[in-house]
């Protein structure tokens, strides 16, 4: 089981530190790790977020484990040696067209929410996320007005394919679950949003147990913090997917406990915290790394065919938060390397 490890920049490389460890402490046999520079410390030593010999790691691994990317110094860069690129660069390259953010709250964390306790107990989803289109990848530019005026512009557009491809990740999901798909749109307005709509109801009649409903983006979001326990499954767009992950995030205590997958069709993935770099906090001991030990669990079970392995991962990370375990995003005061230790302690 060959295994990428991409730390990237700021708090990545102390987070994927603790993820290897607590890995190694399964002792699995036959499990191989290889490093790589991504992002702005890629750019730094190599002249490029995601060079060659990055790329060639990743093909030749079975999944990647990937830490954050992001750094000030590289703000000023020209858009495709900006750090962020490694990681769409990955995406695009490896066709990663499927992202599994899944967000449920230990019950420990209750209180770290920024939700009523009663509210915020409600959580347990996932939002399937397409990763390949929308405004990321679109056509993108600046020029000049008829009248002199700067003026960006970032193209949507997603073809039927690409949304009846994550469709189906969305009612397959759904099917594992509780059978019920939310999808999220904006069809009053957008028209890339229409056709979405269109093709994920002409995608439901393949998935006559599966209770499919529609919610604009916007109320989506209102929502999710109202009442969230009524989704199960949320399948959307790259740009609202990236929004709604990180606002169900908080809903579930913090930022630094939801982790992600990004799939291809062959269940070759791409494993990482949803988390920034933070550059804020960076080298510090500050960071929750268990939001990357969780990433390494769900590419041990999607990736790896280890479920088992997953299972524990998942459990020492429960009963360690029971015991009392908290980094200071959660209200505690223990550092990185502790919390990967309470982990740890438990395997």
Request: charged fraction near 25%; proline fraction near 5%.
């Amino acid at each position: 089981m060959r295994v990428a490890l991409f730390p990237g920049d700021g708090i990545g490389p102390e987070v994927i530190a603790e993820a290897r460890l607590v890995l190694e402490a399964l002792d699995l046999p036959s499990l191989e790790f290889e490093e790589g520079l991504v992002g702005g410390a890629a750019y730094k030593a190599m002249g490029h977020p995601l060079p060659q010999a990055t790329l060639d790691i990743a093909e030749r691994a079975d999944a990647i484990l990937f830490g954050a990317v992001g750094d000030p110094d590289c703000d000023r860069l020209e858009r495709h040696l900006r750090p962020e690129q490694a990681i769409l660069g990955l995406r695009r390259h490896l066709s990663f067209f499927a992202n599994l953010r899944p967000a449920k709250l230990f019950p420990e964390l209750a209180d770290a929410s920024a939700l009523r306790p009663e509210v915020a107990r409600q959580i347990d989803m996932v939002i399937v996320r397409e990763l390949n289109g929308d405004v990321y990848f679109g056509e993108k530019g600046m020029r000049k007005t008829a009248s002199g005026l700067r003026e960006g512009y970032d193209v949507m557009a997603y073809n039927e394919d690409e949304v009846r491809r994550i469709a189906r990740i969305g009612f397959e999901t759904a099917r594992a679950r509780a059978g019920k798909l939310c999808s999220v749109d904006k069809a009053n307005v957008l028209e890339t949003s229409q056709l979405w709509r269109d093709v994920v109801i002409e995608t439901a009649a393949d998935y006559p147990d599966i209770e499919l409903s529609h919610m604009y983006v916007d109320n989506a979001a209102m929502q999710l913090v109202r009442n969230p326990g009524q989704f199960d499954v949320i399948v959307t767009g790259n740009l609202f997917g990236d929004i709604l992950s990180d606002q169900a995030s908080m809903c579930a205590g913090s930022i630094g406990m939801l982790p992600s997958a990004s799939l291809d069709v062959n269940q070759k993935g791409l494993y990482e915290p949803i988390h920034g770099s933070a550059p804020d906090i960076a080298g510090q001991g500050k960071a929750n790394p268990l939001a990357t030990i969780l990433s390494a669990a769900m590419m041990l079970r999607y990736s790896l065919n280890q479920p088992e392995a997953a299972d524990r991962i998942e459990g020492a990370v429960a009963k360690a938060l029971a015991s009392g375990a908290r980094s200071p995003d959660l209200g505690g005061t223990l550092s990185t390397r502790a919390m990967g230790e309470a982990v740890r302690a438990v395997l």
